[in-house]
């Protein structure tokens, strides 16, 4: 009976060494990204910005005067936590915003730059650093 249970043991053993182990998927936001955001950043009146994500394109506008912030294409990386930004439209036509995000529930904290190639480390606002952080809810 041993001898039995120690083949057993070894052929579930070497079948479970055939089938590859997944690790747990990230979150894929690429999905949980989509729609339309409100927000603005701080030390700027609430719901001064609109964002509206598709799989696509984010657009945006002053929420608070209907003035359009531009159009873009966009790459997110859930993995990373990094979105980039890609102006199409005007006033950002062919600008480039590099950018690191947390999306917990209905609350996106996108932070890019505005002239620098370099990506923010962290999802703070620092002006000072060419660091810029919106906090948007997402509407219903």
Not at 27 to 56: C, F, H, K, Q, Y
Not at 87 to 103: D, K, M
């Amino acid at each position: 009976m041993r001898k039995c249970a120690g083949l057993i043991q070894l052929f579930v053993g070497g079948i479970l060494g055939v089938i590859p182990m997944r690790a747990a998927a990230p979150t894929d936001d690429r999905n949980a990204i989509l729609g339309v955001w409100s927000g603005g950043m701080p030390g700027e009146p609430p719901g001064s910005i609109e964002l509206t994500i598709t799989p696509t394109k984010v657009s945006g506008r002053n929420a608070r005067t209907g003035k359009s912030l531009g159009e873009g294409t966009y790459e997110i990386n859930p993995g990373a936590n990094t979105i980039d930004a890609h102006g199409i439209e005007a006033p950002v036509r062919g600008r480039a915003y590099f950018g690191v995000y947390s999306l917990e529930g209905d609350v996106l904290k996108w932070c890019a730059n505005s002239r620098s190639k370099n990506r923010p480390k962290d999802v703070v606002h620092r002006p000072d650093k060419d660091q810029w952080l919106m906090v948007l809810k997402r509407q219903k």
